[in-house]
């Protein structure tokens, strides 16, 4: 597996929805580049047994985790914990890219 | 635990050596922000059964994983697999820091 990767490069978007662009996969992981254009989403969800990690690259985005709703900008680090349910929306006219790792692999 | 943090606020160097900062720590993985004045390093060393990841969000530093080695700059990400010897260096003049997940926990 190639092990450098850079985020820039690899992150591509999609007119249709949010798009996932795959960095690593392994056995225990797995850390990917999220790209969303104005106006598109995650839809909240969970997985049981497994931790999500956001990381706000570029832009803003309104991230909820259980019950609580932020505006997360560049910089910010958002923890989805197993079980909890999780989603994210670029309310704002600018793209929005994330890195994210989860583990285990679900 | 708390869920939303930001990696800038995170942020405290030593004079002493490389620090770590924890953002999460959860049964199953940890995310910190390692934070390198210019000459301060982590020594190559590895982990069985847990991989890591290495996002630059500052600076540049000089990441070895196994035998290959490259100066890596803000936005650049890299896989250290299971088992595989890595370090890095802050070869540069400038602080590095660097956002850091591993899965499982050690």
């Known amino acids: 597996m190639e092990c450098f990767h ?3 490069r690899a992150s591509a978007f999609a007119d249709a929805k949010m798009k996932k662009n795959n960095l690593f996969t ?3 992981m797995f850390c990917d ?3 969303f254009e104005p106006g598109q ?5 969970s997985h049981d047994g497994s931790d999500k990690i956001y990381y706000v690259v570029e832009g803003a985005g309104t991230i909820r985790i259980g019950s609580e709703e932020r505006v997360v900008e560049a910089g ?5 914990p197993a079980g909890e ?3 994210v929306v670029n309310h704002g006219s600018n793209r929005l890219r994330l890195l994210v790792f989860m583990a285990p692999l679900p």
């Open 41 to 45: 989403e995650q839809s909240p969800h």
């Open 76 to 80: 910010g680090v958002v923890l989805a």
């Open 26 to 28: 392994t056995d225990r």
């Open 85 to 87: 349910p999780h989603g």
């Open 33 to 35: 580049v999220y790209c």
């Open 6 to 8: 850079d985020v820039d």
